[in-house]
């Protein structure tokens, strides 16, 4: 479980997969990886979504996993299917045990101080901020750690290429990329998607320079 916080910490953007089938699923997350993203999140909305995950699983160069568990069924599944982390938008103390007691990094979607606690409390490894945007975005996270500063975060819903600095300069672990990132229709966007993931990576690096 270490290690995997670790690599999260140290690589800190997740690409998350939204898609309307495997085939493009594989496309987009392949786009992410030659753009040099090492964290990618497969959303369970859509059908076959473990079977992306199992074929990207086999790779040595990335660490993939399940998002938008909903259920413990879904998180099963997952886990069968390869799946190192679990990304929930809610808090769920069933999911959270089952994660824990499989050495699965977890994921809990939270808003409210009392959430964000709650969460923490039932032993998450990271507590989703979830809609960001809706609650004032990087400014938001910045109260939060000047009041809980033990609590790792990690940030979604409004993080964009754009702004998604701000969020860990603010004292997020991690943020995940989706809109601002992938580009739907034909296979020559996968090329835009690459370039998109290699300006998050340049980002980075400079953020870590300074």
């Not at 497969?42 to 993939?64: C, M, N, W, Y």
């Not at 103390?93 to 409210?112: F, Q, V």
């Not at 975060?153 to 860990?168: R, S």
């Not at 992938?182 to 993931?197: E, F, H, N, P, Y």
Request: aromatic residues 6%.
């Amino acid at each position: 479980m270490k290690s995997i916080m670790d690599y999260v910490k140290k690589n800190k953007v997740f690409g998350v997969i939204r898609a309307e089938d495997t085939e493009n699923a594989f496309r987009l997350a392949e786009a992410c990886i030659e753009g040099g993203l090492k964290l990618v999140e497969i959303t369970f909305t859509f059908p076959g979504a473990q079977l992306v995950i199992q074929e990207l699983s086999k790779r040595s160069d990335i660490i993939v996993g399940a998002g938008t568990i909903l259920s413990i069924d879904m998180a099963k599944t997952a886990a069968a299917s390869g799946a190192r982390f679990i990304i929930s938008p809610h808090t769920d103390k069933e999911i959270i045990s089952y994660a824990r007691s499989n050495e699965l990094l977890i994921a809990s979607g939270a808003l409210t101080s009392s959430e964000i606690l709650n969460a923490w409390n039932l032993g998450v490894d990271l507590v989703k901020i979830f809609p960001v945007k809706a609650v004032g975005g990087a400014s938001y996270i910045k109260a939060i750690k000047e009041t809980l500063p033990f609590i790792e975060i990690m940030t979604t819903g409004g993080v964009t290429i754009d702004n998604f600095t701000e969020f860990l300069k603010a004292g997020a672990a991690a943020v995940g990329l989706s809109s601002s990132l992938m580009v739907s229709g034909s296979l020559t966007d996968s090329k835009i998607i690459s370039q998109r993931a290699k300006m998050v990576i340049q980002k980075l690096s400079e953020l870590e320079e300074k």
